[in-house]
């Protein structure tokens, strides 16, 4: 297992993140999996003696059981608090008054005080926004964030499903008003979805954000598993993330024989070739089961060559758009020179 800075920060974070979407199975999160406490215990541990440092949940999934679970595992297993990264988030509705939801300052302190209970924690070392709301001012949450922060709730900040411009407007907002900026994207990336490439990646890669990269397998897809067994599973009842069927199945294509000379599943290539991207901090990597589990965690030790590399990368290359083939093409003549140095 190898550890990568989180973001621009001196904290270090495990390659494989433990994602507890599947804990508790209430309501909309039922479908994801049902994974109860003793289950749940024996996935921590597994994740813990791989290596795996950081564990990703949410205050939304399960209405807050998924929290408490995994606070309630990581006691269980008498794990101390600082060989942990803890990372949770808030937005979504958490009861059904019209503010028990968005990232207005009172949601984000009625919750950060729930998720540090649930959690049975002192601290949570990443408190994410889960997504845009389009109702509060960016101003107004980054202020809440800051004072989270400040009053030692949480330690860094995040965020999740934001475009680039959004992104970019709350990091000049932070500068500004000397507040704590965000210092991670959790973002959909997948070797049949590489989306995120035109415009957040070069945007993280400028200032220096880490990269947190939710469901790495495309909801189970690029597992493989679909196409023996059909639409048998997740997918079959909950079919997400949206991906490009004809892209997918070039890629399954080119992933298979891959597996096969190394002797690997097609989710550890999958995996592999996301543990390949320099942009990549931590890949979140949910299960159901153990074997699941065990599976993922065997990605970090598949080396893939340049060779199968560069065609991984060829079969799942995105489709040109404007203004990206103009920017390259305009700056084709400035790539590669000396920055100390020009001729004419």
């Known amino acids: 297992m190898r550890y990568n800075r989180l973001g621009n920060t001196g904290l270090f974070v495990s390659e494989l993140c433990l994602g507890t979407m599947t804990f508790g199975g209430e309501g909309f999160f039922k479908q994801v999996g049902q994974v109860q406490q003793d289950e749940a215990n024996d996935l921590v541990k597994a994740a813990i ?49 019209v503010n028990d939801r968005g990232a207005s300052r009172g949601h984000i302190m009625d919750q950060v005080k729930a998720s540090l209970t649930r959690l049975g924690t002192d601290h949570i070392d990443l408190y994410q926004i889960h997504g845009w709301d389009p109702m509060t001012p960016i101003e107004e949450t980054l202020g809440a964030l800051d004072d989270c922060v400040r009053q030692g709730h949480v330690r860094y900040i995040g965020v999740s ?30 070797i049949a979805g590489r989306d995120l490439e035109r415009e957040i990646v070069p945007m993280m890669n400028s200032e220096k954000l880490g990269l947190m990269v939710w469901s790495p397998l495309a909801g189970g897809l690029l597992s493989g598993k679909y196409r023996k067994e059909g639409a048998e599973g997740r997918r079959a009842n909950f079919d997400f993330p949206p991906v490009d069927m004809n892209r997918a199945d070039k ?4 992933m298979e024989p891959i597996a096969e000379a190394h002797n690997v599943s097609v989710a550890q290539v999958a995996l592999g070739w996301l543990l390949s991207r320099p942009h990549v901090t931590s890949v979140i990597v949910g299960a159901k089961r153990l074997d699941q589990l065990q599976d993922n965690l065997g990605a970090v030790e598949l080396t893939l060559s340049e060779d199968e590399l560069a065609k991984l990368d060829a079969v799942s290359e995105l489709p040109k758009e404007y203004p990206g083939w103009m920017i390259a093409r305009q700056g084709e003549y400035r790539e ?7 001729t004419r």
């Open 161 to 190: 499903n934001w475009a680039a411009w959004q992104i970019a407007k709350a990091l000049g907002i932070s500068a500004k008003d000397r507040l704590a900026r965000f210092e991670t994207v959790q973002s959909y990336y997948t």
């Open 49 to 97: 003696d791989g290596g795996i440092n950081f564990i990703d949940t949410a205050n939304v999934y399960s209405q807050g059981l998924s929290e408490k679970i995994t606070g309630q595992a990581l006691k269980d297993l008498g794990i101390k608090r600082e060989d942990v990264v803890l990372a949770t988030k808030v937005l979504g509705p958490m009861g059904e008054g």
């Open 336 to 342: 590669g020179m000396d920055p100390g140095s020009a």
């Open 251 to 254: 890629v399954l294509d080119a």
